[in-house]
């Protein structure tokens, strides 16, 4: 149920934008959502139809950069990808795996009017 | 309407003993927000002037793609921010309480307040869908509770917190937000706590850190709650605690059961030592 007010954030964002960029239009949102975040996608999509209806956002595609999560394995002291927060390391099986990326919730650009 | 909570719509209430609405919401140092509650979405009422949502680059009107790299949540955080710095200000060690419906939350801060009472200072955020029994539960007690419900909201957020702390006068003590019964999404919203808890109770399953992951890595404490019932349960404690350190090998776990009184004392020396901490630094 979240997804709304994350919605509703993002329209805030929006409106923030349009008065300091100048633009009455928004055609394309483009946001990097990492696994992490806690936001189911089909949720926040189906909130964004809603709260951008009437706006200056209504209409607009919501387009969703999927981020990969990105660990640290310390036994193997390198870079690693894995798919959730208790996932061992791929190569070696530890699980003194630290997470470094994959909770990003942004909002990266917009195409506008 | 407020774009963090929804509290424009009319869902939220804040109430309690010197409880408001938001007309009260300007009194204070930090006035970082504007109320105006008489149109939907379409106004803001924060100033981002310093904030991070005027990060973008002026000029860059190329194809008329604007970057904004901003971050969703950054409105809740700057509340968060405001209410840390206030309760930094005001000495009070804020714990978030986290856990599903029904864990025990209430009947485990009630007995806590009633061991904590003589030494320290200790108000109650109430977070609920509905109702305020949970802060008459509280008050029955004799600490200040303020009732915060959410309407449609299914998490307590940064700028809730900071209404209903303006109805508390709470210094150097302890102030427990016991948020709402959800395991989701109050992992996503910091309130300018010092450390979420995280309650789970044995009469749940013992792979639920496994199945709600977010909310046991947001938090440094756990604690097991109702152990009592442990001998007429199948549940596996130590199962339960690795579950849970696999999640995040940091928590720090502690049995606890507000019935017989197991575990207080190590939850009551956690809060103190966690005051100290707090403290330390800040003077």
New interface residues.
Partial sequence: ??E???C??????I???AV??S?SRVKRVR?EIGP???VELEALRFSYDV?TK??IAEGSALEVIEMPVTAWCMPCAKPVTVR???DPCPDCGS??VQITGGDE????????? | MCTVCGCGAGEVKIEGGRSHRHDHAHDHEHDHHHHDHSHGPAHDHHDYGKGPAHAHAPGLSQARMIEIETDILAKNNEYAAANRAELARRGVLALNLVSSPGSGKTTLLVRTIEMMREEVPVAVIEGDQRTANDAERIRATGAPAIQVNTGKGCHLDGHMVGHALEGLKIRDGVLFIENVGNLVCPAGFDLGEAHKVVILSVTEGEDKPLKYPDMFHASDLMLLTKTDLLPHLDFDVERCMENARRINPKIRILRVSARTGEGMEDWLAWIRISREMNRIGRK
Avoid: K, P, T
């Fill in positions: 149920m979240h709304m007010s994350i509703e954030s993002i329209v805030s964002v409106e923030q934008q300091a960029q633009f946001l992490l975040a806690g709260v009437g706006g959730e927060r208790y699980y003194q919730l942004r909002i990266r650009d917009m195409e506008v009017d």
